[in-house]
C-alpha cells in the first residue's frame, strides 16, 4: 500500500532510501500491512513514520489498485490511496530509513525511482483504478511491461 501525499501544485512525496538493495533510489511513502490492519490505517501509520504527517480517515482518497510481478517474480498487490490534507510539516521522520524527502512531479519522475513507483504514478497520471506491471530483475530503472486496464 502507497500513499500519494499530494501538495496543491500536484507534486507528492516520495522518499530517498537509506539503506539496503534499494539505497539511493526514490520510493513512495508505503509498507506492507501488519497483522489485522486495515488499508486505511496502514496509510495512516506510513505517513506518519515516513513523513511525520496526521492523516485522518475521511482525508484518504482511494486512487487505485496495482497488481505486479516484482523482479524476483512474486505476485503482489498495491492499494494506491492519496491524500491532500494533513496535520504537520511533511518532513523525513525516519532518517534511519530514508535520507530525505523530495516532492516531485508524478507525470515526471527522475530517473532514480523505484520502478514500483514509475508504474503507480504512470497509472495515477492515466487515471485508471487498475493496471498490472512486471518489472524485469535484470533492470535496474523502471523497464517494465505493463497493461492499463478500465
Not at 508505503?30 to 505517513?47: C, K, S
Request: with cysteine.
Amino acid at each position: 500500500m502507497v500513499l500519494l501525499a499530494l501538495r496543491p501544485d500536484g507534486r507528492t512525496a516520495l522518499v530517498r532510501r537509506a539503506s539496503g538493495g534499494d539505497r539511493g533510489r526514490l520510493a513512495l511513502v508505503g509498507g506492507r500491512l501488519q497483522a489485522a490492519e486495515w488499508l486505511d490505517a496502514a496509510v495512516r501509520r506510513e505517513a506518519l513514520r515516513s513523513l511525520g504527517i496526521r492523516v485522518e480517515p475521511q482525508d484518504i482518497e482511494f486512487a487505485g489498485l496495482l497488481h505486479y510481478r516484482s523482479e524476483q517474480g512474486a505476485g503482489r498487490l498495491c492499494g494506491i490511496f492519496s491524500a491532500q490534507r494533513w496535520a504537520g510539516e511533511p518532513r523525513n521522520a525516519s532518517p534511519d530509513l530514508h535520507s530525505e524527502v523530495v516532492w516531485a512531479d508524478p507525470g515526471g519522475l527522475p530517473a532514480d525511482c523505484h520502478p514500483l513507483a514509475h508504474a503507480v504514478l504512470d497509472q495515477y497520471v492515466a487515471g485508471t483504478l487498475y493496471s498490472t506491471a512486471a518489472f524485469s530483475s535484470d533492470a535496474p530503472g523502471a523497464e517494465r511491461s505493463r497493461e492499463h486496464l478500465a
